[in-house]
């Protein structure tokens, strides 16, 4: 892999700078969220990015985390995975210092290190640094579009508002046509032996990534009903006091029971945030026959 260095951003900058930064997603509540790589703002340290390419063995991120350490870094967050060939693996982290380094020194300590096969390095630029590892894959190697929760719900907002009951229509079917693929693609990762097994813990990955927290659900195969209730639907996020608006969650998760079961399936959005409810309540019926 080619090495990557960089020490813009840092130098010259005293270690004094009052923290005048509205964010430091270095200080976050420890709790069950999860955290991407994406962006993160100085509030006066110096703020790095590593990446190291490593041997797959017990013990080795511990010996990569002390060199850092070692080199007076503090580890804001870390992730860690090993690749498909089992044999290899990458650390990276994000850290903070008070001191000036350079990205030469710690790509050096790193590299000297038993199990180290590559490094890079990356500084802010005037406070800001931004992760820039490319593309995020998920465990299962998927390809990831990561997108902020509001923007996609306010994209969304913008077609129900424009297009009416025809755009609630539009959101649904795209919800559900994603809902299809994905789940077709999941279904078949995980193998169909185990899909009717588990069909209510596969719902989890709505909760895994950030549409809502999977509060219950409730499966009848054999007449084909199911209800799934959701807290903290992203795409009600920002709408009170009017109807339910759940539209493109509701078409997904209808696009899991209708992958599920190979039937059609519709969905109807019984609760909703978007109107006053605690959560979003949906619920699947087998879809009509065309008279
Ligand atoms: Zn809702």
Not at 5 to 19: H, L
Not at 42 to 49: E, Q
Request: some cysteine; glycine content about 10%.
């Amino acid at each position: 892999m080619a090495q990557r260095a960089s020490s813009q951003g840092s130098a010259g900058r005293s270690s004094n700078v009052p923290d005048t930064s509205p964010t430091n997603r270095l200080v976050v509540p420890v709790d069950r969220h999860k955290e991407l790589p994406t962006i993160l703002c100085s509030r006066g340290l110096h703020l790095w990015w590593i990446s190291v390419g490593l041997e797959n063995r017990i013990g080795i991120l511990a010996d990569v985390a002390r060199v850092v350490s070692d080199l007076g870094l503090n580890i804001g967050s870390s992730q860690s995975w090993v690749a498909a060939d089992g044999r290899t693996g990458r650390w990276t982290c994000f850290a903070e210092t008070r001191e000036t380094l350079t990205a030469a020194r710690i790509e050096s300590a790193l590299q000297r290190r038993p199990g180290v096969t590559d490094v890079a390095v990356e500084s802010d630029h005037h406070g800001v640094l931004i992760a820039k590892g490319y593309p995020i894959l998920s465990t299962i190697g998927s390809r990831l579009v990561a997108i902020t929760a509001s923007p996609f719900s306010a994209m969304l907002d913008e077609v129900r508002m424009t297009l009416g009951s025809g755009g609630a229509v539009l959101l649904y079917q795209q919800g559900k046509a994603l809902g299809k693929v994905t789940w077709e693609g999941n279904f078949s990762t995980v193998g169909e032996a185990v899909v009717h097994e588990e069909a209510a813990y596969l719902l989890e990955l709505y909760s895994t990534l950030g549409w809502g927290q999977l509060e219950s659900v409730t499966i009848d195969e054999a007449s084909k009903r199911a209800v799934v209730v959701v807290s903290d639907s992203f795409e009600c996020a920002s709408t009170s006091g009017g109807s339910s608006c759940c539209y493109f969650l509701r078409g997904h998760i209808a696009g899991f029971f209708e992958t599920l079961w190979k039937v059609p399936i519709q969905a109807a959005e019984t609760t909703c945030r978007g109107k006053g409810d605690p959560v979003c309540t949906f619920e699947m019926t087998r879809e009509a026959a065309p008279p």
